[in-house]
């Protein structure tokens, strides 16, 4: 019994294995491009998150900043203390702590992160001088007064 070739597979032996060195060629060039687009992806990825972390941690040190600048650094003896912040938002960050230190005339809150990618620490600083002598809202300022200067 004899089997007959269709006009399309007719084609000489070294036809055929020259259409497997063009597939073969052309998923190399396809894996040689695609590779450093996926790199730059996951670097593109790694730096999001960092960037994320880093305005979460302001968003949080700024909240808390103003909640101490409202009167509750009262609680705090002078020097540095870990401070603990209650917000849900906390879970998102990366391992690390956050710090108040309380000088006489200055409050600094930072968050510092425990390891590296956690988007560097965050500092903000206030003036307790400044928060003193700033009447309440509603109260008439004279002029020169911290709140017309800021």
């Known amino acids: 019994m004899q089997t007959r070739r269709s006009p399309h597979s007719a084609r ?13 060629i052309a998923l ?3 894996a040689f491009t695609l590779l450093p687009l996926s790199m730059s992806f996951q670097r593109e990825q790694v730096a999001l998150r ?3 972390t880093r ?3 302001m968003e949080l040190v700024d909240g808390e900043l103003e909640v101490l600048r409202a009167g509750a650094w ?3 003896s002078p020097g540095i203390h870990a401070y603990e912040i209650r917000a849900e938002a906390v879970r998102n960050l990366p391992p690390g702590q956050f710090q108040l230190t309380v000088e006489t005339n200055r409050l600094r809150l930072e968050w510092l992160p425990a390891g ?4 560097g620490p965050v500092v903000r ?3 307790l001088d400044a928060v003193d002598s700033v009447p309440p809202a509603g109260v008439f300022a004279p002029a020169g ?3 017309e200067r800021s």
């Open 116 to 119: 590296k990618g956690g988007g």
């Open 55 to 57: 305005a979460l941690a």
């Open 145 to 147: 007064s911290p709140r």
């Open 125 to 127: 600083e206030a003036r």
């Open 28 to 30: 190399g060039l396809l």
């Open 12 to 24: 000489p032996r070294r036809d055929r294995g020259s259409l497997t060195a063009e597939l073969l």
């Open 74 to 76: 009262q609680a705090f």
């Open 50 to 52: 960092a960037l994320y």
